[in-house]
């Protein structure tokens, strides 16, 4: 089992920045891939950008150029940050971290609110 938790998020204003933060935790850890996804309401949950186990990045067309996710490994932990710069009201959503192992593990979302 792999548990994967959120950190960050909030109220920014058009133009801002804000970051995000997830951890994976578990025994036997060997995460593959660990990115992001987002979801508005009574939308289809999209994908965000995601940062494999060998260092390949790979971002939604959406967000290339504003946002980077980074990817830290420990011995039993692995953490990811999404620095989301030059935001839109439109990148308003819930953001679901997850971990890619034997299956996907997702973490509660949390709500990043761009509005002025």
């Known amino acids: 089992q792999v548990e994967v938790v959120e950190s960050g998020g909030g109220l920014v204003e058009p133009g801002g920045s804000l970051s995000l933060s997830c951890s994976a935790s578990?025994?036997?850890?060997?995460?593959?891939?660990m990115g992001w996804s987002r979801q508005a309401p009574g939308k289809q949950r999209e994908f965000v950008a995601v940062?494999?186990?060998?260092?390949?990045?790979?971002?939604a067309d959406s967000v290339k150029g504003r946002f980077t996710n980074s990817r830290e490994d420990a011995e039993t932990t692995v953490t990811v940050s999404l620095q989301m710069g030059g935001l839109k009201p439109e990148d308003t959503d819930v953001y679901y971290c997850?971990?890619?192992?034997?299956?996907?593990?997702w973490g509660k979302g949390i709500q990043v609110t761009v509005s002025s």
């Open positions: 997850y971990a890619a192992r034997d299956k996907d593990y």
């Open positions: 578990g025994n036997r850890l060997s995460i593959h891939g």
């Open positions: 940062h494999g186990r060998g260092g390949v990045t790979n971002y």
